[in-house]
C-alpha cells in the first residue's frame, strides 16, 4: 500500500504567475483535502474533493481552484499568485477504507513567492 | 474565527518526564479529535484519535483524555524522548459531510537529556 505522494517537493514562483500543484491520494482513498499551512501555523482547510466533486471549501479565494481525476488523485491551481500564497500546500487523502475522518497526509509542497 | 485553541505554544521536558498539550474547541458539532505529529518539512502524521462516547484513549506512550463537557481535550505523552521532539497539532472536525479538518495552532515540544 502506498502512501499520499506530492509533487513538486519545491517550488519558486513570481508574484502574478499560475501554479499546479499534484496529488496522488492512498490506495484505496476516494476523497482529497488541501491544506495551506504558513509557516509557524497549523494547516488550513482548502477545500476537499469527493469522486471528481468539490465537497466543501474554505475560506480561499476563487483563484484556488481543484480537480480530481478518476483514479483519485488531485491537482491544485492557484492563478495570480500573491506574496502570502508561500506556504506549504498539504494534500490529505481518506475515505470508507481510512474509517470516518481520519485523514492521511503527503509531505507537502513548499511554494514561495517572490 | 479560531475554533480550535491550542496550549502551550513551546513546551521542553527532559527526556522521561510526562509532555501535556491541551485543546479546547468551541463548535458542539465536532465529533472527531485526532492528534498530528510534524517534523520540520515533514507533512503531518496522524498520532492518535479519540470520538467523544470515551474519555480517555491510550496507544503506547500516548493518551489522549477528553472532557466533553468542558469542550477540551489533551495529549499526553509518558516517558517523553528525544525522538518525540516534533511539532504537534490537535485538531478537530465533525461528521456534516466533508469532515473538514480544524487545526489548532500546534505545540512545538523540545525533550532535552
Known amino acids: 500500500e502506498t502512501g499520499v505522494t506530492q509533487s513538486p517537493t519545491h517550488l519558486i514562483k513570481t508574484r502574478g504567475q499560475q501554479v499546479t500543484l499534484r496529488c496522488s491520494s492512498q490506495s484505496g482513498h476516494n476523497t482529497v483535502s488541501w491544506y495551506q499551512q504558513a509557516l509557524g501555523q497549523g494547516p488550513q482547510f482548502i477545500f476537499q474533493y469527493y469522486r471528481e466533486e468539490e465537497n466543501g471549501r474554505g475560506n480561499f479565494p476563487p483563484r484556488f481552484s481543484g480537480l480530481q481525476f478518476p483514479n483519485y488523485s488531485s491537482e491544485l491551481n492557484v492563478n495570480a499568485l500573491e506574496l502570502d500564497d508561500s506556504a506549504l500546500y498539504l494534500c490529505?487523502?481518506?475515505?470508507?477504507?481510512?474509517?470516518?475522518?481520519?485523514?492521511?497526509f503527503g509531505p507537502g509542497t513548499r511554494l514561495l513567492v517572490l | 474565527q479560531q475554533q480550535v485553541k491550542q496550549s502551550p505554544q513551546s513546551l521542553i521536558v527532559q527526556k522521561g518526564g510526562i509532555s501535556i498539550i491541551n485543546c479546547a474547541y468551541e463548535?458542539?458539532?465536532?465529533?472527531?479529535f485526532p492528534w498530528y505529529q510534524q517534523f520540520p518539512g515533514k507533512g503531518p502524521a496522524l498520532l492518535i484519535a479519540?470520538?467523544?462516547?470515551?474519555s480517555e484513549k491510550k496507544e503506547g506512550r500516548f493518551t489522549i483524555s477528553f472532557n466533553k463537557s468542558a469542550k477540551q481535550f489533551s495529549l499526553h505523552i509518558m516517558d517523553s524522548q528525544p525522538g518525540d521532539s516534533a511539532t504537534y497539532f490537535c485538531a478537530a472536525s465533525g461528521s456534516g459531510g466533508n469532515e473538514k479538518l480544524t487545526f489548532g495552532t500546534g505545540t512545538r515540544l523540545t525533550i532535552i537529556p
Open positions: 463548535n458542539t458539532a465536532f465529533d472527531y
Open positions: 479519540i470520538r467523544p462516547d470515551v
Open positions: 490529505a487523502s481518506s475515505g470508507e477504507l481510512a474509517g470516518r475522518g481520519t485523514q492521511y
